[in-house]
């Protein structure tokens, strides 16, 4: 099947590691101009040599951090000097800590969601008109699965992750006025660094061993294993392609079958 993502210039935010790393090499393996962006910048310059073997095209690296104005305004502006125009935007970026309700300061809220709620909500805003102007573009979002399930240790990620399932159909009537397709993938458990440290936070904050809040949260996952980012990194790959351009508004959760509901 061909994406028709060959020479798409393809932003994608925290892209240094597990899931975000997953789909820039996934979207150079397509052809596309890879542009990743991180706090990393050591981690960003090896992912960018990678993907120009793959896609052999350029790729760029831009570190920066994602939870200011100001860094989100320079990333769009380096981008848009360097390629001329933005396809595909994927926002990954921002890893919200786990912990007890009563435990966590305000100021941790203020921080993860400066880079995961707002780092997502600026991003979009600051690539929407460039999209707009050039006659369309693709807004994949990655939002975790904590957003349709609440967990008294994940209050923090869950709330932001449900507004940003929201921002996302919201946006994406907006879109669809000028052509600009938003969707998002949610993700649960995913084999990732960031999990392993979810885990641990959260074994501390309910008083259990890593060991039993691994095992409670691999058990729905009737495929007897977790995603790998790859998996992931796959459905972003499809929603920003050609081949779903009859797409928008929606969020697919990618669980392998642990979600009950009738309605992912």
Known sequence: ??????????????????????????????????????????????????????????????????????????????VRRAC????????????????????IPDAQWLDDWSLKLMGYIRMARAVFPLMKAQGGGRIV????????????????????NAALVNFTK????????????VTAVSPAATRTERWDQLMEQQAKAAGKTVDEIRAASQAPYKLGRIATPEDIADVVCFLASAR???????CITVDGGATRGVYA
């Open 1 to 78: 099947m061909n994406l028709e993502l060959t020479d798409k210039v393809v932003v994608v935010t925290g892209a240094s590691r597990g899931i975000g790393r997953a789909i820039a090499l996934g979207m150079a393996s397509e052809g596309a101009r890879v542009v990743a962006v991180a706090r990393d910048k050591a981690a960003l310059d090896k992912l960018a040599g990678e993907a120009r073997d793959r896609s052999k095209r350029e790729a760029v690296a831009i570190g920066a951090d994602l939870s200011r104005l100001s860094e989100v305004e320079r990333v769009v502006d380096e």
């Open 84 to 103: 001329g125009r933005i396809d595909v935007l994927v926002n990954n970026a921002g890893a919200i800590r786990g912990g007890g309700f009563l435990e």
């Open 141 to 160: 979002n990655v939002v975790g699965a904590a957003a349709r399930n609440p967990t008294a240790t994940y209050l923090a990620g869950g709330a932001a």
């Open 170 to 181: 919201g946006l994406a009537d907006l879109g669809a006025e000028c052509g600009v397709l």
């Open 244 to 250: 779903a351009s009859f797409i928008t508004g929606i």
